[in-house]
């Protein structure tokens, strides 16, 4: 028996319990009372409207299922977002689906409902997925106008998008299954189609109140934008469904005739299993953070058959590159080997730190994935490029420079996913959300700043006492540091966990190691709906 690996596993096994409860909580929306006002109005809740609208016998993967989490607590919360995201598969066509969460502040938009609603739409753009809005929402979240109505990446972004969506052929099909107000019923009507729900859907650009202040009109809402109005008088809806259930079956067959694709052409053969039990990784990932592994015996659980073929050894080995499959589509993996290890000059090198020779070898691999039309899978496990006079001097900043312009500048599809450290700028080099990966998740053991919090912590201090100083006050005793280290240390630690960095949309979402292969497969399915139209260029490259 191995008890540091049944540790680790029951540690690991701990951290996806902790997500899995967090997701039953946040999968609740507003709670019960409000879930059963929308029940009482004849609604399927949102949850219920995507499960019922998507194949059952297909994989679902959800997109910022803990953003908002921790946020807007003076405001109630706003869990999820407000909207559930996710890519999923509707008459077998793989397609992004957004849909809001009526029971969350009545489908207001809080500033993160808007990022979200981007990012579903960055998704559906990069891939050029169709795209199914599900609507039901008051519109924006008055209290919090200033956060969300004028800027570039706000509310208006969305119906920009709509539009440039519409000119670049990407399918847009909207329900109107709820209320729909104001600068949110451009949102239905910039799409290919829209239909309305009768008796619940309603869209107009100012209810019966605001009209009859405005104007002194006195009119309800059902006249003033109801399904029979748009459908029979205005035309602005081109279907009207007697219920929820009948306008998702609606889009059902609708996207059951649309046609077929432009592939990318990715790679793919018949998928085989890991060799090796996935299961393993808990109990091969480390308890904590500054533990070395062998980021290999992740890999090969990670690979259909566990075949790698990787490229340069032993050289650079403080990031492992290689060729492999999942789910039978090619891969090419770059990762931080989390082991110390002898360079061929016979130098040690620590585990997640990211020397010269490493990152010029992943710049070429990189460079030679591109070449070869193969997506790239990053599994970040850093703590940043090497430091000190000998790094200095032998060019890290070039080579790390070099590395980062690689990533910049790929054109076939990045997922990336943060299995421990990721700091600095060891983020930016391993594809961080900053490179645009196609998609970013974090295992629940991740760690994302932009360095380790012991010293992050330290550094905060000697800041903290010095700004002590200068007010004159007295030298801090060593009791006091260490009560200001702790404090420091917990909040700087607190912003660290990718619970996070999920609520806040850094990443799409956290995941059980397991799920990291069905990730891939649908990353790369969605990636194949884009062919590549974008040379490959590096630009200008130091040496």
């Known amino acids: 028996m191995d008890i540091e690996f049944n540790k680790n596993e029951d540690i690991n096994k701990q951290l996806v319990y902790d997500v899995t409860t967090r997701l039953k909580k946040i999968y609740l929306g507003g709670g019960e009372k409000a879930a059963a006002k929308q029940k009482e109005k004849g609604k399927m809740l949102a949850r219920e ?11 679902w993967l959800e997109i910022g299922a803990f953003a908002g989490e921790g946020l807007y607590a003076e405001h109630g919360g706003c869990p999820s977002g407000g909207v559930i995201c996710g890519i999923g598969y509707v008459s077998g066509r793989q397609c992004v689906i957004v849909a809001n969460d009526a029971t969350v502040k009545a489908g207001a938009w809080f500033p993160i409902t808007a990022k979200k609603n981007l990012r579903a739409q960055e998704i559906s753009m990069e891939n050029k997925l169709p ?3 599900l609507v039901d929402s008051a519109g924006v979240y008055l209290p919090l106008q200033d956060e969300i109505f004028p800027d570039k990446e706000h509310f208006g972004r969305i119906f920009r998008n709509n539009a440039i969506m519409s000119g670049m052929g990407i399918i847009q099909i909207s329900a109107i299954m709820g209320s729909c107000v104001a600068g949110g019923a451009y949102l239905p009507i910039m799409s290919d189609e829209a239909m309305i729900v009768e008796g619940t859907g309603s869209v107009f650009l100012a209810g019966s109140y605001l009209v009859k202040s405005a104007i002194g009109e006195d009119i309800d809402n059902e006249s003033l934008g109801g399904a029979k109005m748009h459908c029979e008088i205005s035309g602005v809806t081109d279907y009207k469904q007697p219920n929820d259930q009948a306008c998702l079956d609606s889009i059902r067959n609708i996207l059951s005739m649309i046609g077929d694709y432009n592939k990318a052409g990715f790679d793919r053969i018949e998928p085989i299993q890991p060799k090796l039990d996935p299961k393993d990784i808990y109990g091969i990932l480390p308890d904590a953070r500054d533990k070395p592994y062998d980021m290999r015996d992740i890999i090969l659980r990670l690979l259909d058959d566990s075949e790698f073929e990787e490229y340069k050894t032993e ?3 403080s990031i492992i590159c290689g060729l492999g499959r999942v789910d039978g589509w090619a891969v090419g993996i770059v990762a931080n080997q989390r082991k110390v290890v002898k360079s061929g000059k016979k130098e040690m090198q620590f585990g997640g730190v990211i020397y010269s020779d490493s990152a ?10 591109n070449q070869k039309k193969i997506p790239l899978v ?12 000998r790094s200095e001097q032998g060019g890290i900043i070039k080579d790390g420079a070099k590395m980062v312009n690689a990533v910049a500048n790929s054109v076939v599809p990045k997922f990336t996913f943060v299995i421990g450290n990721s700091y600095g700028a060891g983020n930016y080099a391993m594809c961080g959300k900053a490179y645009d990966p196609r998609l970013i998740y974090a295992w629940p053991s991740a760690k994302i700043a932009v360095m380790g919090g012991s010293q992050a912590a330290k550094t905060l201090l000697q800041i903290q006492a010095a700004g002590l100083k200068a007010k004159g006050e007295e030298i801090i005793t060593p009791e006091r540091e260490a009560e200001l280290l702790k404090e420091i240390s917990d909040r700087y630690d607190a912003q660290t966990t990718p619970y996070y960095a999920a609520s806040r949309l850094w990443v799409d ?18 990636a194949n709906h884009a062919p590549i139209e974008k040379a490959f260029n590096v630009g200008i490259i130091q040496t």
């Open 509 to 526: 979402g956290i995941i059980d190691p397991l799920e990291t292969r069905k990730v891939i497969s649908m990353g790369i399915e969605a």
């Open 360 to 369: 010029d070898k992943a710049t070429r691999f990189i460079m030679n994935c």
């Open 378 to 389: 990053f599994l970040q496990d850093v703590t940043g490029f090497m430091v000190g006079s």
């Open 131 to 133: 795209i199914i809005y």
């Open 315 to 317: 050289y650079g080995q």
């Open 49 to 59: 409207r995507v499960a019922y609208l998507i194949d059952k016998d297909k994989p």
